[in-house]
């Protein structure tokens, strides 16, 4: 029996993977009774990941620590078979700032590395430490201060947590490092921008976390003090490495201490998904994120998702759903997608789609369905390509004749 996979990442702030998935294969099933539909959210590294990884059967552990100011957060990681996915945002992350209000001089990955020792503790020999969307640009100070290591400046005080205190940093103590020579871990980052300069973190990340243009020097002497007294202290120069500004230099830290290796983030997931092994039998695939624009062309889920469909299942067709599209016809094509289906396309205010965003996807899921899974086969007749302008359609037009998937 053949059967549309439905495969798409969060919207963000919106619907997480699953919700999206769900509401999707909703429509679809309401357009085209009897249809078979198989769920599968995805994520590229980032936030997210930990979800979609539990709804692919991994165990969900939570515990608390601390998050970017110190104070105490709930945290998550997944963990299955010895390997364990751990998102930095879950313990550091924007939406752990108490109140929302950034803190960019003091915010601290502290949290991070207890979430690295629990998952060890918990019997991870693989760690997938995912990058990105963090509040901190402490260099993976804090975390690294989580796994015993000890920060003094040159009167022999230990150092605050934070960025900006990485200036006055003297020596770096790491005959307490946690040793984790036993567990392989993985960086799962798209970002390749080195710890400093102008394409570094404070340069570049800083002021999305809230940092004052008078503040990304600050923290980009912090950094490069950091830099300075790690690479004397380990004999590595890893500061121009791709990925060691990501996620406010959380990167460099993985690199240099941890030894960690790098991964494109949402190749590493769909292969920890054991999204190629739900391919046969597929006759569509269905993936999408909150904006389908230029940045989903490096490395995000949607392109991602057709990507691996292209090299396990050529011939099956991949379209997308969105909030937002801003991506032409010719550049969905070249990364794969058959056809875009973008929710403000049928809303235009923004403000609704985002209220009534899963009413809105089922909608969007019987336009699709209408296109690609009635007669004759849209894979001959090339229905559906490029479509990121369809008008709002009545329930019978969303609807029309679908063959089932049986």
């Known amino acids: 029996m053949s059967f549309v996979l ?18 999707v294969a909703a429509g679809l099933e309401q357009a085209c009774p009897g249809l078979s539909c198989v769920q599968l959210p995805v994520a590229d590294g980032g936030d997210g990941s930990v979800d979609a990884a539990q709804a692919a059967g991994y165990r969900r552990v ?7 100011t110190g104070q105490p957060v709930t945290a998550a990681f997944a ?42 503790r918990t019997g991870a020999k693989r760690i997938v430490l995912g990058l990105g969307g963090v509040a901190t ?15 003094f400046d040159a009167s022999g005080a230990e150092l605050p947590p934070g960025g900006a205190a990485l200036s006055r940093l003297d020596r770096i103590d ?12 993985t960086l799962a980052t798209d970002v390749d921008n080195p710890l400093l300069g102008d394409t570094g973190a404070a340069a570049v990340y800083a002021p999305q976390k809230g940092a004052a243009p008078n503040e990304v020097p600050v923290l980009e002497a912090g950094l490069r003090r950091w830099a300075d007294v790690t690479e004397d202290a380990l004999g590595r120069f890893l500061r121009e490495e791709p990925g060691a500004g990501a996620a406010g ?14 991964r494109p983030g949402i190749e590493l997931m769909l292969e920890l998904l054991s999204f190629a092994g739900q391919l046969p ?26 990507r691996a469909v292209a090299a396990s299942a050529p011939g099956v067709p991949v379209v997308a759903v969105a909030g937002v599209c801003s991506l032409t016809p010719d550049q969905l094509r070249s990364a794969g997608i058959s056809g875009a289906y973008a929710m403000a396309a049928i809303e235009p205010d923004l403000g609704r789609c985002r209220a009534e965003a899963g009413p809105l996807l089922e909608e969007l899921a019987g336009l ?12 001959s007749s090339g229905a559906g390509e490029g479509d990121v302008t369809r008008r709002r359609a009545s329930p019978s037009r969303a609807a029309g004749t679908c063959r089932g998937g049986r």
């Open 249 to 262: 230099g959380l990167g460099f830290a993985a690199l240099a201490f941890l030894r960690a290796g790098t």
């Open 62 to 68: 939570e515990l608390s620590v601390g998050g970017p």
């Open 281 to 306: 039998g597929a006759r569509l695939v269905i993936t999408g994120e909150g904006a389908l624009d230029a940045q989903s062309l490096h490395g995000k889920a949607p392109v991602g998702v057709a």
């Open 174 to 185: 790491v005959s307490g490092l946690a040793d984790l020579t036993g567990t392989e871990i």
């Open 368 to 379: 699709l369905a209408r296109d690609w899974l009635s007669a004759p086969d849209p894979a």
């Open 6 to 23: 439905v495969a798409p990442d969060k919207f963000k702030g919106t619907l997480t993977a699953a919700q999206v998935a769900a509401h």
């Open 137 to 151: 640009t402490d260099g993976g100070a804090g975390m690294v201060t989580a796994l015993g290591a000890r920060l």
């Open 79 to 120: 963990i299955r078979e010895g390997t364990a996915i751990i998102e930095s945002a879950q313990a550091c992350g924007l939406s752990k700032l108490p109140g929302g209000a950034a803190a960019p001089l003091t915010a601290s990955s502290y949290g991070l590395g207890e979430l690295i020792l629990a998952a060890v």
